[in-house]
């Protein structure tokens, strides 16, 4: 059995939710009493692949709410996730995916060194960051949207933003080694991992936000934390593609502009209907199909039974990782989205 | 469990821990006395489990003792007036479930709620009590899963027929438990324990009783928040 660790993207979002699913209780409630609240399964899931093969998972509600970070709540961020990971693990789940901020949550505050939740020892191989899928799901999402829209990748120069993270990162050795890109562009904040990675890469401009956007054809957004950044869309080329690859998904919110083109980055569409309610409620187009590619991620290793971490820690994804995860993603029917 | 404060930054011989742990180590020192008293008279109630209730209230003697040499160790006398009438609410409702034949309440107020909660105010306690009491609490705590899990296999047993009595139950002695946590909120703040933190990992233990003994996801979203809002 796959499992999911999600959580919602505000109080507000969360309260709408709640009312929706039939949970008045929850409803009505403010931060404080999401502060307390504890990790719930909400949904099952049932997974048909195209080879045929059905498998089984849960959705678990971890209850945190990016509010707690952004009140420096740090100790109630990170109970809810290793919380809602101990949820998983007492329900027997083999493998679960921590989406949206949960696997930032573990890694930033190196949850890895907490295994002891109350009666049970985190078994930590029970559970993946599903990072290896989202960066290949990126990477192809560049070849494939790029060509959409007319952009020449042997031309074109592309900017990471968030490229020394965990998924920036691997899409950064992706499009160094499997993809031929005219030129990379290397933004982030801490300049000593930028350069490491620049040497790992052997090329790659470390470049400001604000240097990097007017020279970009392709922008891929991976930046870990929420940040407050206003783009001016006049100062980007056209046509220019935005792979918005961050949590929540707003990019295409703030940038409508003629030659602009926004992508919600990291998605995959399933080719057979997902038996489940809740990718309704975190506004996916197609929500019996679209989903986050880190929680496919959890499907694809219960489809082939690779009950272990396989993306783990950071920096760790590999192109070969990126490749094998790849391979069995195609094999079972998830497509990166694009364009319509 | 991560905690607000690390064992290490507090002063156990601090005046202002001292007065906070005469009242909590009060409370844990009646809680174990009240769960004893309320395991033999269960056995008047459940003839046929009186040896497995009779090894429980043993138990929970023994846990007493513990709970009262942590105070002498700390040179802090337990204040069992305070402790008393904390938990003079669910007494209460206890005697009156057991005097009407009520077993599936008294079970509900002993195995489940009392017992959760001690499960919970023990986990969170562990990590910041000073280390006579942290050894003395971890083995504790291992044995009041079993106590946990007397009471759930018994109303799992006769779910069917008690389901209303233990949402009745639930709504009458929930919110008392909300009161009795706010009661202790700054006391048990200054031994480093959060009440969100209390109350999440409380209805953890609580939410998982419930759904081993048959109630569904949204039923224990439901009762296991019961009258905490209005607390």
Same mark, same amino acid.
């Given at each position: 059995?796959?499992?999911?660790?999600?959580?919602?993207?505000?109080?507000e979002?969360?309260?709408?939710?709640?009312?929706?699913?039939?949970?008045?209780?929850?409803?009505? !409630?403010?931060?404080?009493?999401w502060?307390?609240?504890?990790?719930?399964?909400?949904?099952?899931i &049932?997974?048909?692949?195209?080879?045929?093969?059905?498998?089984?998972?849960?959705?678990?509600?971890?209850?945190?709410?990016?509010?707690?970070?952004?009140?420096?709540?740090?100790?109630?961020?990170?109970?809810?996730?290793?919380?809602?990971?101990? +949820?998983?693990?007492? +329900?027997?789940?083999?493998?679960?995916?921590?989406g949206?901020?949960s696997?930032?949550?573990?890694?930033?505050?190196?949850l +890895?060194?907490?295994?002891?939740?109350?009666?049970i020892?985190?078994?930590?191989?029970?559970f993946?960051?599903?990072?290896t899928h989202t960066?290949?799901?990126?990477?192809?999402q560049?070849?494939?949207?790029?060509? !959409?829209?007319?952009?020449?990748?042997?031309?074109?120069?592309?900017?990471?933003?968030?490229? &020394?993270?965990?998924?920036g990162?691997?899409?950064?050795?992706?499009?160094?080694?499997r993809l031929?890109?005219?030129?990379?562009?290397?933004?982030?904040?801490?300049?000593?991992?930028?350069? $490491?990675?620049?040497?790992?890469?052997?090329?790659?401009?470390?470049?400001?936000?604000?240097?990097?956007?007017? =020279?970009?054809?392709?922008?891929?957004?991976v930046?870990?934390?929420?940040?407050?950044? $206003?783009?001016?869309?006049?100062?980007?080329?056209?046509?220019?593609?935005?792979?918005?690859?961050?949590?929540?998904?707003?990019?295409?919110?703030?940038?409508?502009?003629?030659?602009?083109?926004?992508? @919600?980055?990291?998605?995959?569409?399933?080719?057979?209907?997902?038996?489940?309610?809740?990718?309704?409620?975190?506004?996916?187009?197609?929500?019996?199909?679209?989903?986050?590619?880190?929680?496919?991620e959890?499907?694809?290793?219960?489809?082939?039974?690779?009950?272990?971490?396989?993306?783990?820690?950071?920096?760790?994804?590999?192109?070969?990782?990126?490749?094998?995860?790849g391979?069995?993603?195609v094999?079972?029917?998830?497509?990166?989205?694009?364009?319509? | 469990?991560?905690?607000?404060?690390?064992?290490?930054?507090?002063?156990?011989?601090?005046?202002?821990? !001292?007065d906070?742990?005469?009242?909590?180590?009060?409370?844990?020192?009646?809680g174990e006395?009240?769960?004893?008293?309320?395991?033999?008279?269960?056995?008047?109630?459940l003839?046929?489990?009186?040896?497995?209730?009779?090894?429980? #209230?043993?138990?929970e003697?023994?846990?007493?003792?513990?709970? *009262?040499?942590?105070?002498?160790?700390?040179?802090?006398?337990?204040?069992?007036?305070?402790?008393?009438?904390?938990?003079a609410?669910?007494?209460? @409702?206890?005697?009156?479930?057991?005097a #009407?034949?009520?077993?599936?309440?008294?079970?509900?107020?002993?195995?489940?709620?009392?017992?959760c909660?001690?499960?919970?105010?023990?986990?969170?306690?562990?990590?910041?009590?000073d280390?006579?009491?942290?050894?003395i609490? *971890?083995?504790?705590?291992?044995?009041?899963?079993?106590?946990?899990?007397?009471?759930?296999?018994?109303?799992?047993?006769?779910?069917?027929?008690?389901?209303?009595?233990?949402?009745?139950?639930?709504?009458?002695?929930?919110?008392?438990?909300?009161?009795? =946590?706010?009661?202790? *909120?700054?006391?048990?703040?200054? =031994?480093?324990?959060?009440?969100?933190a209390?109350?999440?990992?409380?209805?953890?233990?609580?939410?998982e009783?419930?759904?081993?003994?048959?109630?569904?996801?949204?039923?224990?979203?439901?009762?296991?928040?019961?009258? =905490?809002?209005?607390?």
């Amino acid at each position: 059995m796959f499992g999911l660790i999600g959580h919602l993207t505000s109080l507000e979002h969360a309260q709408s939710v709640a009312e929706a699913l039939g949970y008045p209780e929850y409803a009505n !409630q403010g931060l404080e009493f999401w502060c307390m609240a504890p990790p719930q399964i909400v949904d099952s899931i &049932t997974v048909t692949s195209i080879t045929g093969q059905k498998i089984y998972g849960k959705y678990v509600e971890s209850c945190f709410l990016p509010e707690m970070l952004a009140t420096q709540r740090i100790k109630t961020a990170t109970r809810k996730i290793l919380n809602a990971m101990a +949820h998983a693990q007492k +329900h027997g789940i083999d493998i679960t995916a921590l989406g949206g901020f949960s696997s930032i949550i573990f890694e930033n505050f190196n949850l +890895h060194t907490i295994t002891q939740i109350h009666n049970i020892k985190l078994e930590l191989q029970r559970f993946t960051t599903g990072n290896t899928h989202t960066a290949y799901i990126i990477c192809r999402q560049v070849e494939q949207a790029s060509a !959409q829209i007319g952009i020449d990748l042997s031309k074109a120069t592309v900017a990471v933003c968030g490229a &020394t993270g965990d998924i920036g990162s691997a899409v950064c050795r992706w499009l160094n080694s499997r993809l031929d890109v005219a030129e990379l562009l290397l933004v982030a904040r801490n300049q000593e991992r930028l350069q $490491e990675l620049q040497a790992e890469l052997g090329r790659g401009k470390i470049l400001s936000l604000e240097a990097a956007l007017p =020279l970009a054809d392709i922008v891929v957004w991976v930046a870990s934390m929420p940040r407050g950044v $206003e783009i001016d869309p006049t100062h980007l080329r056209t046509p220019c593609l935005m792979i918005d690859g961050g949590y929540p998904k707003n990019l295409a919110t703030q940038i409508q502009h003629p030659g602009v083109h926004v992508l @919600n980055g990291g998605i995959v569409e399933h080719s057979l209907d997902i038996d489940w309610r809740i990718m309704e409620i975190v506004n996916m187009s197609i929500p019996s199909r679209q989903l986050f590619a880190c929680f496919a991620e959890s499907m694809l290793l219960e489809f082939e039974q690779w009950y272990t971490n396989f993306s783990w820690g950071r920096n760790q994804i590999s192109v070969e990782k990126m490749e094998k995860i790849g391979q069995i993603s195609v094999k079972h029917g998830f497509q990166p989205l694009l364009f319509q | 469990m991560p905690q607000v404060q690390s064992p290490s930054a507090i002063d156990f011989y601090s005046e202002t821990y !001292q007065d906070a742990y005469s009242r909590i180590d009060a409370i844990v020192i009646e809680g174990e006395q009240e769960a004893h008293d309320n395991y033999l008279q269960l056995t008047e109630l459940l003839p046929d489990c009186q040896e497995d209730l009779v090894r429980l #209230a043993k138990m929970e003697a023994r846990h007493k003792k513990g709970f *009262e040499a942590c105070g002498r160790n700390l040179k802090v006398i337990p204040d069992m007036e305070f402790a008393r009438q904390f938990f003079a609410g669910l007494h209460n @409702n206890f005697q009156q479930a057991a005097a #009407a034949n009520k077993i599936a309440t008294c079970l509900v107020i002993q195995s489940l709620i009392i017992e959760c909660f001690a499960i919970a105010a023990y986990n969170i306690y562990i990590p910041v009590a000073d280390d006579f009491a942290r050894k003395i609490t *971890e083995n504790v705590v291992k044995d009041e899963y079993t106590h946990l899990n007397f009471g759930e296999e018994w109303l799992k047993a006769n779910f069917e027929s008690q389901r209303e009595e233990v949402e009745a139950a639930n709504r009458e002695n929930l919110p008392i438990v909300w009161r009795m =946590l706010n009661q202790v *909120e700054a006391d048990a703040r200054v =031994l480093g324990m959060e009440k969100e933190a209390l109350v999440e990992s409380f209805m953890i233990q609580y939410g998982e009783a419930l759904e081993n003994i048959g109630f569904s996801t949204r039923e224990i979203m439901r009762m296991s928040v019961y009258g =905490l809002s209005a607390a």
